[in-house]
């Protein structure tokens, strides 16, 4: 079945330095959902992207969907301990089934 | 009202036990889902339910069974569960637009042990 993955795993960055995580797929990918979970904490969506190239931005976070739709980042500049969390991409298919990557554990060290 | 609501926060049970996670929400959303999420690890899609009607089983062991008593409820109803079954139960809800992918919203999750 189709599959994301997420590099890196874990990523411990000092406070105020930037982060990026990977999301790719062997398959084209219609679309792609970001999360992001707290510790103890449930997901919350952050962004979707749909177009090749696709560019979107929150503040300090940055997403991006490759133009041949099979990868996608997160970057997050000058991060903030608030920032802590795992982050996933996630694929929504037909028929609402929503599949998500392995994740990207954030520490940050103040 | 943009949140999804879970009852009980914590469960603790025995293996012969039967008990029922439930599932709230009041955004209208038609689509309500049921994850598994262990420890270090993504949620895992269990049950979808698309205007009440259960669209997707992921293969789930019987010993889970869910119930869309109507479109703002979503119950999970456990029986003879084992100590593997132990995670934190995610129940999240969407919209359903034709030709969109919706966001999804998640409840806080029940924290399950099965001792």
């Known amino acids: 079945g189709q599959q994301v993955m997420q590099i890196p795993q874990y990523q411990h960055v000092q406070e105020g330095e930037d982060f990026t995580t990977y999301c790719n797929s062997s398959t084209t990918l219609s679309n792609i959902q970001w999360y992001k979970q707290r510790p103890g904490g449930h997901p919350v969506f952050l962004i979707q992207?749909?177009?090749?190239?696709e560019v979107k931005k929150q503040k300090r976070l940055t997403f991006q969907f490759g133009e041949a739709k099979k990868n996608s980042s997160l970057h997050i500049t000058a991060t903030q301990t608030t920032d802590v969390g795992t982050y996933f991409c996630?694929?929504?298919?037909?028929?609402?089934?929503?599949?998500f990557g392995p994740g990207t554990s954030l520490s940050v060290i103040p | 009202d943009t949140e999804v609501t879970q009852t009980p926060k914590h469960l603790v049970m025995g293996m012969t036990n039967k008990k029922s996670l439930k599932c709230e929400q009041h955004m209208g959303h038609r689509a309500m889902y049921w994850y598994k999420q262990k420890a270090k690890k993504p949620p895992e899609l269990m049950f979808v339910y698309s205007y009440e009607k259960l669209s997707i089983n992921e293969s789930v062991p019987s010993r889970f069974s869910p119930e869309c008593p109507n479109s703002s409820l979503l119950n999970l109803h456990l029986h003879a569960l084992q100590p593997e079954d132990s995670a934190l139960y995610l129940c999240a809800s969407s919209q359903v637009l034709a030709g969109r992918y919706n966001e999804q919203f998640f409840g806080p999750g029940t924290r399950l042990t099965v001792l």
């Open positions: 992207l749909v177009k090749s190239g």
């Open positions: 996630a694929q929504k298919t037909s028929y609402d089934k929503v599949i």
